[in-house]
């Protein structure tokens, strides 16, 4: 089992920064992937960046340029550092990560970008 736990959302204005964390737990070893997704109201949920486990990244185009993810494998963390936001990068994040077929979700933070 593998748990999440998502921190460092909150309320930013146009143009300003908020970096989000994802606390893991359990069983995270042999991961094939880890990283945060974002979903709008009444939006499908959309993948914002991850990093594979061949430590590769992958940003999303609505994203790239703006933010950047960081793995700390002591803390078990990874944090998603967002620059530059936009009323549109309103929405609810979410840390996933993806094992053994399974997708582990966590519990969302909300992220409102408004002045």
Known sequence: QVQLVESGGGLVQPGGSLRLSCAASGSIFNMFSWGWYRQAPGKQRELVARVFSSSTYYYGDSVKGRCTISRDN?????????????????????????????????????????S
Do not use: F, H, R
């Open 74 to 114: 002591a803390k078990n963390t990874l944090d998603l550092q967002m620059n530059s936001l936009k009323p549109e990068d309103t929405a609810v994040y979410y840390c996933n990560i993806i094992k053994a077929g399974i997708n582990y979700w966590g519990q969302g933070t909300q992220v409102t970008v408004s």
